[in-house]
């Protein structure tokens, strides 16, 4: 307790002193007083302006953001609709006349001497399933029964 009689004693004797000074005439201790009491809470003043303005523009950053990211879930889920087979096949009949093979046709390699020597394969549904090889239980082959 006495501690704080002690500083409080010793804070309000500077306070008298100044005071002192100022009767006597001696202005200059109390201006500067001012200048750095005033320069102290301007610069604070300031400074709180631009933590304000930073923050408000963060937050419009942030909206913004936020809108684009929702923006980019919106294409994303087109984009997957877009791309589906069924509306591919739907788009390409439709629009375009196009229409399914009821054979499918193999064209000759490049080569003509390969070309001579492999007959053409047969043409097959395209959409069938396709037969299983014999090794896997599959029907025998014509060839293997003569």
Do not use: C, K
């Amino acid at each position: 307790m006495t501690r704080q009689l002690h500083v409080l004693r010793a804070g309000f004797l500077r306070w008298r002193r100044a005071l002192l000074r100022l009767e006597r005439g001696d202005v200059s201790f109390a201006v500067v007083a001012l200048v750095v009491v005033f320069g102290s809470l301007l610069g604070i003043v300031v400074l709180q302006t631009f933590i304000v303005q930073n923050r408000v523009e963060l937050d419009v950053i942030t909206e913004e953001l936020d809108e684009e990211r929702e923006r980019n879930q919106e294409l994303r889920v087109a984009v997957i609709e877009l791309e589906a087979p069924d509306r591919i096949m739907t788009t390409a009949e439709e629009r375009l006349g196009m229409t399914r093979p009821q054979v499918r046709r193999y064209l000759p390699g490049i080569d003509p001497a390969i070309a001579e020597l492999a007959p053409p394969p047969e043409a097959v549904d395209p959409f069938a399933p396709a037969p299983l090889p014999a090794e896997l239980g599959g029907a025998p082959e014509d060839d293997e029964e003569s």
